[in-house]
């Protein structure tokens, strides 16, 4: 296909530098053309690797994934190609879920890509470290994994490199990176059926609220007596000085605002 257009491309713009009769005119023309025919063929093969995203061409989706990801993480546009790969599995009109085996860019994949995310608990991030996700009907748990595959990654050295952290991140190339990603799209994944355990279906449910004696403030009361803040789990420096409150209940006096 791509060289019967640049046939019909060459055979214009050869027409039309032969019809001047000028050496010189024919000459500038030529080069227009091989130059017209260059951009073309280079454009046309661009068209034969470039790998789409869903509905996404490949930049489109870069541009979505700078916009909420803050840049255009290599795990997030692998991720995506990963989220496609899934779906195209699931039947039509399943009602899905998605665990999440990283914390690490793929879930900002999932949740530009379909309607799961971690506010409506219909995406779950199990910690196992590695690249990968599954995908499944949420009352049977019937589904697929996807995962990068390391053996599939001998042809792309920049993405091995980048998934093994072969290099620190200012060697990398970027540009190299992205384009690799762009080319081999979803052929360095693995897919897998699988079936999720029943401990990780259903709906998360906080159990009963009550209202924590320190700080109060409402927390789940499987948390214990007093909320996981008060127990000391609240990720601050000086909770006390944060927390008139606390510092009431704990017998101390509220720091003074200097006027």
Wanted: charged share 25%; net charge positive.
């Amino acid at each position: 296909m791509a060289l019967s257009v640049l046939r019909n491309i060459g055979k214009g713009h050869f027409e039309s530098a032969t019809s001047g009769g000028s050496p010189r005119g024919f000459l500038k023309s030529a080069t227009i053309m091989i130059v017209g025919v260059y951009r073309m063929a280079q454009e046309k093969i661009r068209e034969c690797w470039t790998r789409d995203i869903g509905s996404y061409g490949f930049k489109e989706f870069k541009d979505m994934v700078e916009k909420f990801h803050g840049y255009s993480a290599p795990g997030v546009l692998i991720g995506g190609y990963m989220v496609e790969a899934a779906k195209k599995r699931m039947p039509e009109g399943t009602q899905f879920e998605v665990i999440v085996e990283t914390r690490k860019c793929l879930p900002d994949a999932v949740q530009l890509l379909t309607p799961c995310t971690t506010g409506n608990n219909w995406m779950r991030v199990v910690n196992l470290g590695r690249y990968a996700l599954a995908m499944y009907e949420k009352h049977s748990g019937q589904g697929v994994r996807v995962a990068i595959d390391s053996d599939r990654l001998k042809e792309w050295p920049h993405i091995r490199a980048w998934l093994l952290k072969l290099l620190p991140k200012r060697l990398q190339d970027p540009e190299r990176l992205l384009d690799e990603i762009e080319k081999a799209g979803d052929s360095i994944l693995s897919i897998a059926d699988v079936c999720v355990h029943p401990d990780y279906l259903g709906k998360l449910s906080m159990g009963k609220i009550d209202i924590c004696p320190v700080c109060r403030e409402a927390y789940p009361q499987t948390d214990g007596p007093v909320c996981k803040g008060c127990q000391g789990d609240a990720p601050y420096i000086d909770t006390a000085a944060a927390n008139p409150m606390m510092q009431k209940c704990m017998g101390e006096k509220p720091a003074q605002t200097p006027h």
